[in-house]
């Protein structure tokens, strides 16, 4: 580019399709491409997220797929270049748009399959392209490079690089979360083909469609319904994991013993929401496992002590078994192990002497301290040597601990740099002096982001330590007894800070308004939420110099010097039970605020900020709150009609207004245009509302409407009718309130209504006309309505009516079971449940339905006649009943676990057999004392199947044996 004709001259260079990440490099380019004419573009094109950070500050234009028309016209230009006749055979559209499809409106994708389809003439080979080639497009693309391990990086932090990478290249998309916590993203369908193909035979997922039995022994890593694995023939497998997509029943013991026979080379086994209460002893011998996950099994009480010989065990997985006592006492011998999450492990009573000495440990979620010692269980200081603890340590029953100075210490706690999180939990416990000085030396290492203490019965003074913990993200503080807190306002980094059931506290900070708090933007930079919940002495933010009166006009924002004190960036605030009266305001809120018993001066002062303020400008470009999208308030002292009205002349971006007990407040006097896109309103206990307020109408956006404990309301109307653009009501605990009223018959304008809940209304004594007008109606809830006794012959315009709720509708309840009185006016609705209790009606439409499952529901003795109408069902899953229906047409499986219905199913013999003869599996569990733990074999042929035998296991609450029958 000539320098005379750059600067010119009126240019847009385009720079397509880049991958450099070199910053030096793009250094070099921009100084060649400084200056031009005045309206020259630049444009760069890239898959890469981080090129675009690297190219420019500016905010990326993240294009979107072409839509289904762009898309097609794109691939018909291209794939019918040379044959235009073929873009109007049926045939070939066909196939072109499944392909298409797969492309998500990818243009680069699209030309390139579109490419390779127009050298390929025939029907066949379009049809063999799509079946066979269309996963081998990408194999070429370079996703992969070569695996480079730092030694200074935990496995862990390797492969998330990797991720990263891989997202960058578009592999991975919209990851969301974080990779401590739960990471999730989805798959481009070429990528996950293309997945699939690189594995070949060595993976299978199995679903409901499949057959473990058709799965070849080359498998290595399946995923697959548990109680059918006997199936599977291979040897070999390396990765067992649970099906998530199948209902998989309790594990039982011939299962496991499968297990344990069968797949001795196991790495990975997956056993995560199984409900069963005991491991065999023999998992031993699965001697390569690395990883076990035995998360969410609630009712596992003990782990069996073998456990500890699977020396080269890496990870192993017990979060949220609930009921599980004790770890392994012999834990230390899993020298290897890295993982032992075990959150929400309520059960624990101590941790095993030895675990110290597992100092590879990266994850230990919870340790317990022994409260009595009786369990002989280990003290902090076998935390001293652990200190690549990373994610989240709990420590637990700390008000135990003896010699707390000295265990504190030992616990070591400022070594373990790699912790992200961590849960300082007290309980009764000692109270002597050493323990009240004791909290310091339990300093966790600077690079802490979470912190969280609860039920400290120590010294009131907060510790210093958060002052060394520069970076912290998160403050929780819960159920302790102190009395002052440090000054949390210069952490810069702190997004999250949260105080709840701190009764004693008096203020949040030493210092007063206008002491050292430095600049308005250093006061509290960073944070986004606050929680204060039932701090019921906390009337202040700061300490006072000298008392406030409540009755005086030093409302406004000169009180207290609060003009120079506001949170900068606060995003959500919640006050619950705490009688503050001054505190820093909050104009910059976008998000929720939640007032509830506490005052409303902090409220009235934030209102009355200007653009005068003193405050960083970013937080008076508009009207202070004017961005709120959330407004709870609940009881608050001082809040007038007139105050509750200049509030809602600030907050115009309002969608969310909830309204409750404040009895001050005059609703039909507000002025409701100024919120006029609320789409949710919810009003409680106001007892001076008697009908609806007439400035609702101004609300045209309004979608959700509750009225609750309002017992001086008597009519809806005549705003009702002008709320036309409602999707739910819902109307409780009204005594005063008439549903119907005189000449308002004409709704035919709310067909937004789709929910709608009549519940406590003692006046209600038949169902308003109007409801017939409702006709795009979906669910309808009548509850607690003592004088309701019959159900309007209008219920029948109600034709999208999907669901009927009645409950403790005593005289409703037996007029609405089938040919009952009020019968044929419900028949239509498919659900009718009736005080929890299904109504079953007519299922002749539901011909889809590719699975059912009828399971652990006690008063079901029957299945009920509508799933005769259920003729495409091919698998169907029953449960402690003891009869079938008349006519059966189920396709392929009947699950059954009832032994006197096992009886009525006996080939030739039994009662129901003419009912399942022609089904082509039927799988019986058989309880073990009948058979020994043996399936008998019978000759079971019909003339609709042929039908052979096989053994498998499966598993059942009463220790069952199984038999396949096929």
């Known amino acids: 580019m000539k320098p005379r004709a750059r600067e010119s001259q009126i240019s847009t260079l385009v720079l397509d399709d880049i991958w450099n990440k070199e910053w030096e490099k793009w250094v070099s380019l921009k100084e060649l491409l400084v200056g031009g004419a005045r309206g020259s573009r630049i444009i760069v094109t890239t898959r890469s997220s981080k090129v675009a950070k690297i190219t420019s500050k500016c905010q990326p234009d993240v294009l979107k797929g072409l839509s289904d028309n762009e898309a097609w016209f794109l691939f018909k230009e291209i794939a019918f270049e040379q044959r235009s006749a073929d873009s109007t055979d049926l045939g070939f559209v066909e196939i072109g748009k499944l392909i298409l499809k797969r492309c998500c409106g990818v243009p680069l994708v699209?030309?390139?399959?579109?490419?390779?389809?127009?050298?390929?003439?025939?029907?066949?080979?379009?049809?063999?392209?799509?079946?066979?080639?269309?996963?081998?497009?990408?194999?070429?693309e370079g996703f992969v490079k070569q695996l480079q391990l730092n030694p200074s990086q935990s496995l862990e932090e390797i492969g998330f690089g990797y991720f990263k990478d891989l997202v960058e290249r578009s592999f991975f998309q919209e990851v969301e979360g974080d990779l401590m916590e739960e990471m999730r993203c989805k798959m481009h369908d070429l990528m996950h083909d293309l997945a699939e193909s690189v594995a070949g035979m060595e993976s299978s997922i199995m679903d409901s469609n499949k057959i473990a039995s058709d799965v070849g022994e080359k498998c290595r890593h399946i995923s697959i319904n548990l109680s059918v694995i006997p199936l599977f023939?291979?040897?070999?497998?390396?990765?067992?994991?649970?099906?998530?997509?199948?209902?998989?029943?309790?594990?039982?013991?011939?299962?496991?013993?499968?297990?344990?026979?069968?797949?001795?080379?196991?790495?990975?086994?997956?056993?995560n929401v199984l409900n069963f209460k005991t491991i065999s002893p023999s998992i031993y011998k699965l001697k390569h496992l690395r990883y076990l996950d035995l998360s969410w099994n609630s009712n596992i009480k003990i782990l069996p002590k073998s456990i500890c010989k699977i020396q080269n065990l890496l990870a192993l997985k017990l979060d949220g078994c609930y009921e599980l006592q004790e770890l392994p006492k012999k834990i230390e011998k899993l020298v290897n192990l890295t993982h032992l999450p075990c959150c929400s492990c309520f059960g624990l009573t101590h941790m095993p002497r030895g675990i110290g000495k597992l100092t590879s440990l990266e994850t230990l979620s919870l340790f317990v301290v022994d409260k009595d010692g009786s369990h002989g269980g280990a003290d902090l200081s076998e935390l001293r040597l652990i200190n690549n603890l990373r994610g989240e340590l709990r420590i637990d029953n700390l008000g135990f601990v003896k010699n707390a100075k000295e265990k504190f210490m030992a616990a070591n706690l400022k070594e373990k740099q790699?912790?992200?999180?961590?849960?300082?939990?007290?309980?009764?416990?000692?109270?002597?002096?050493?323990?009240?000085?004791?909290?310091?030396?339990?300093?966790?290492?600077?690079?802490?982001?979470?912190?969280?203490?609860?039920?400290?019965?120590?010294?009131?003074?907060?510790?210093?330590?958060?002052?060394?913990?520069?970076?912290?993200?998160?403050?929780?503080?819960?159920?302790?007894?102190?009395?002052?807190?440090?000054?949390?306002?210069?952490?810069?980094?702190?997004?999250?800070?949260?105080?709840?059931?701190?009764?004693?506290?008096?203020?949040?900070?030493?210092?007063?308004p206008k002491g050292s708090q430095g600049e308005p933007q250093s006061f509290f930079p960073s944070l986004k939420h606050l929680w204060l919940y039932n701090c019921r002495n906390m009337k202040s933010w700061w300490r006072r110099t000298k008392p406030i009166d409540d009755d005086s006009n030093k409302d406004d924002t000169t009180v207290m010097g609060t003009t120079t004190m506001a949170f900068p960036c606060l995003s959500s605030l919640f006050i619950h039970d705490c009688p503050l009266t001054s505190m820093p305001l909050y104009p910059s809120l976008d998000d929720n605020l939640q007032l509830r018993n506490t005052s409303s001066r902090p409220l009235k002062?934030?209102?009355?900020?200007?653009?005068?303020?003193?405050?960083?400008?970013?937080?008076?470009?508009?009207?202070?709150?004017?961005?709120?999208?959330?407004?709870?308030?609940?009881?608050?002292?001082?809040?007038?009609?007139?105050?509750?009205?200049?509030?809602?002349?600030?907050?115009?971006?309002?969608?969310?207004?909830?309204?409750?007990?404040?009895?001050?407040?005059?609703?039909?006097?507000?002025?409701?245009?100024?919120?006029?896109?609320?789409?949710?309103?919810?009003?409680?206990?106001?007892?001076?509302?008697?009908?609806?307020?007439?400035?609702?109408?101004?609300?045209?956006?309004?979608?959700?409407?509750?009225?609750?404990?309002?017992?001086?309301?008597?009519?809806?109307?005549?705003?009702?009718?002008?709320?036309?653009?409602?999707?739910?009501?819902?109307v409780s605990n009204c005594k005063e309130l008439e549903l119907s009223a005189a000449g308002i018959q004409i709704f035919q304008d709310h067909t937004s209504l789709c929910s709608l809940s009549l519940e406590n209304i003692p006046k209600c004594r038949h169902l308003p006309e109007w409801l017939q007008h409702l006709t795009n109606l979906q669910k309808l809830y009548l509850i607690d309505l003592p004088n309701l006794t019959s159900l309007p012959d209008e219920m029948r315009c109600l034709t999208n009516l999907e669901s009927l709720y009645i409950e403790r509708v005593s005289q409703l309840e037996a007029r609405c079971r089938k040919d009952m009185a009020d019968w044929h006016t419900i028949a239509h609705i498919p659900n009718i449940i009736i005080n929890g209790l299904y109504q079953f009606q007519i299922f002749q439409d539901h011909t889809s339905l590719r699975s059912l499952t009828l399971a652990k529901i006690p008063n079901c003795r029957q299945l009920p006649e509508w799933i005769?109408?259920?003729?495409?069902?091919?698998?169907?899953?029953?449960?402690?009943?003891?009869?079938?229906?008349?006519?059966?047409?189920?396709?392929?499986?009947?699950?059954?676990?009832?032994?006197?219905?096992?009886?009525?199913?006996?080939?030739?013999?039994?009662?129901?057999?003419?009912?399942?003869?022609?089904?082509?599996?039927?799988?019986?569990?058989?309880?073990?004392?009948?058979?020994?733990?043996?399936?008998?074999?019978?000759?079971?042929?019909?003339?609709?199947?042929?039908?052979?035998?096989?053994?498998?296991?499966?598993?059942?609450?009463?220790?069952?044996?199984?038999?396949?029958?096929?």
Request: with cysteine; net charge negative; hydrophobic share 35%.
């Open 418 to 512: 790699h912790l992200r999180s961590l849960v300082l939990l007290w309980s009764d416990g000692n109270d002597d002096d050493d323990d009240e000085k004791s909290l310091e030396d339990l300093q966790p290492h600077p690079n802490l982001k979470e912190l969280s203490i609860g039920g400290w019965r120590g010294d009131a003074q907060f510790p210093s330590l958060v002052s060394l913990l520069t970076i912290l993200v998160k403050i929780t503080i819960g159920s302790s007894n102190f009395k002052h807190l440090p000054s949390f306002a210069q952490l810069p980094c702190l997004k999250e800070l949260s105080i709840a059931d701190c009764t004693e506290v008096e203020y949040m900070d030493d210092n007063s």
């Open 868 to 966: 005769q109408h259920q003729t495409n069902l091919p698998r169907l899953i029953l449960s402690d009943l003891t009869s079938l229906p008349d006519e059966n047409q189920f396709g392929r499986v009947l699950y059954e676990t009832t032994s006197q219905l096992e009886e009525r199913c006996r080939k030739d013999i039994g009662a129901g057999w003419h009912k399942i003869a022609h089904i082509a599996t039927v799988w019986l569990l058989l309880f073990k004392h009948e058979f020994n733990g043996r399936a008998k074999k019978q000759d079971m042929h019909s003339s609709s199947a042929d039908l052979s035998m096989s053994l498998c296991m499966h598993s059942s609450s009463a220790d069952l044996g199984a038999c396949i029958y096929r």
């Open 605 to 730: 002062q934030t209102m009355k900020m200007n653009t005068t303020s003193t405050t960083p400008s970013s937080l008076t470009s508009s009207l202070p709150l004017s961005k709120l999208k959330i407004f709870y308030v609940d009881n608050i002292e001082g809040l007038d009609t007139h105050m509750a009205d200049e509030c809602l002349q600030h907050l115009t971006g309002l969608k969310t207004l909830e309204i409750r007990d404040c009895k001050e407040v005059d609703l039909e006097s507000l002025q409701w245009e100024p919120i006029k896109n609320l789409s949710e309103l919810l009003i409680g206990n106001i007892p001076q509302l008697v009908s609806l307020p007439r400035g609702l109408q101004h609300l045209v956006q309004l979608k959700t409407l509750k009225i609750r404990e309002c017992n001086g309301l008597r009519s809806l109307f005549p705003v009702f009718q002008h709320l036309t653009f409602l999707e739910k009501f819902k």
């Open 233 to 271: 023939k291979g040897k070999k497998l390396r990765t067992l994991l649970r099906s998530p997509y199948i209902e998989t029943p309790n594990l039982s013991e011939e299962t496991w013993d499968f297990i344990i026979a069968n797949c001795r080379c196991l790495r990975v086994l997956e056993l």
């Open 110 to 140: 699209i030309r390139t399959i579109a490419s390779t389809l127009s050298f390929k003439e025939t029907k066949n080979e379009w049809l063999s392209f799509k079946d066979n080639e269309l996963a081998r497009i990408s194999q070429n």
